[in-house]
């Protein structure tokens, strides 16, 4: 990130150590990364990473697959992410998130 300009807003804010935030399976969103996880075959993770540039501010999240996951997990996820992708084409011009949200179902 710092390659490219920009600056994490994770790492420091409240003391958090790291530049993203790694959750596996079904843990909560914003899991704490560690170098105890040993991943295995048919693990998901969850990788959150928010920064800023220029005085915009940008939070993503991305699923990765560990080697064969059950069908119905690829199909939930990929669900989830034909969802998101409807709701920014559908939205494409800057609008306030609340008038997002409410237009988005």
């Known amino acids: 990130m710092i390659k490219k300009g920009l600056k994490s807003k994770t790492k420091g804010f409240m003391g958090y150590r790291h530049a993203s935030c790694i959750s596996v399976n079904d843990e909560v969103v914003h899991g704490v990364p560690s170098e105890n996880k040993i991943l295995k075959d048919g693990d998901v993770i969850k990788v959150d990473i928010c ?28 669900v989830a992410q034909a969802a998101l992708d409807k709701g920014i084409a559908k939205h494409a011009r800057a609008i306030d998130f609340q008038t997002f949200g409410s237009n988005s179902s």
């Open 51 to 78: 920064a800023s540039w220029e005085g915009y501010c940008a939070d993503m999240a991305r699923t990765y697959f560990i080697g064969t996951v059950p069908e119905e997990v690829r199909t939930f996820a990929s």
